[in-house]
């Protein structure tokens, strides 16, 4: 179905960007183009890839600062954010999301807590292979997102992460900076109180 996903860290921040080719190998679904929108461009183009989705699992400017430069150069790329980020877009949005929206072959979590509008993408094969959460900035290797920030809220982070801690504990975890992980790996840290 999905063929393994290509990831830059880009920006003071090194927000991880993450490109993921899909079914026919020209197209991509772009997730969290958060700068040097120069350098994920070349990528695109070294790689022969044309976004058909640019994702974005929240408005942080760390997360969509390169939107503008990736829309330029494919203006038709569906650009997707959860209905409560939108307003933090310059632009607007080609698709609003909700929970369980679909977007190519990603269905949408909602995952309120970090901001308002903080999802995760879900993968699903239709083989035996782990599905593959794309976290955002909800849930990190060995830790969680920040709730300091406008829109953040820790309760309703605490209900998003009990909510994806009751997973599958085989699914891949790639957030929005950091290295990966899994759901069983962060459930067991959560427990042990390791989390920062």
């Excluded at 993450?18 to 183009?45: F, M, N, Q, T, V």
């Excluded at 504990?169 to 989390?195: C, F, K, M, N, Q």
Aim: aromatic letters at 6%; a negative charge.
């Amino acid at each position: 179905m999905i063929v393994r996903h290509h990831v830059l860290a880009v920006g003071s921040l090194e927000t991880n960007c993450y490109i993921i080719p899909l079914e026919d190998h020209r197209s991509c679904a772009l997730i969290d183009p958060g700068d040097e929108g120069d350098r994920i461009i070349a990528c695109l183009k070294e790689l022969g890839l044309t976004p058909r989705y640019i994702l974005l699992t929240h408005g942080h400017f760390d997360h969509i600062s390169a939107l503008p430069d990736i829309a330029a150069v494919w203006p038709y790329a569906e650009i997707a954010i959860h209905r409560d980020d939108a307003g933090r877009l310059k632009q607007p949005p080609d698709l609003l999301l909700d929970e369980g929206s679909r977007v190519g072959p990603f269905r949408v979590i909602h995952l309120p807590g970090h901001t308002a509008g903080s999802v995760g993408f879900l993968l699903e094969p239709d083989s035996s292979a782990p599905k593959i959460l794309y976290s955002g900035d909800t849930l990190f290797q060995g830790g969680v997102g920040r709730t300091d920030l406008p829109g953040g809220n820790q309760a309703a982070l605490e209900a998003s992460l009990d909510r994806l801690l009751a997973m599958d504990g085989d699914i891949a975890v790639y957030p929005g900076h950091g290295g990966p992980s899994t759901i069983a790996a962060e459930a067991l840290a959560r427990a042990r109180g390791t989390w920062e």
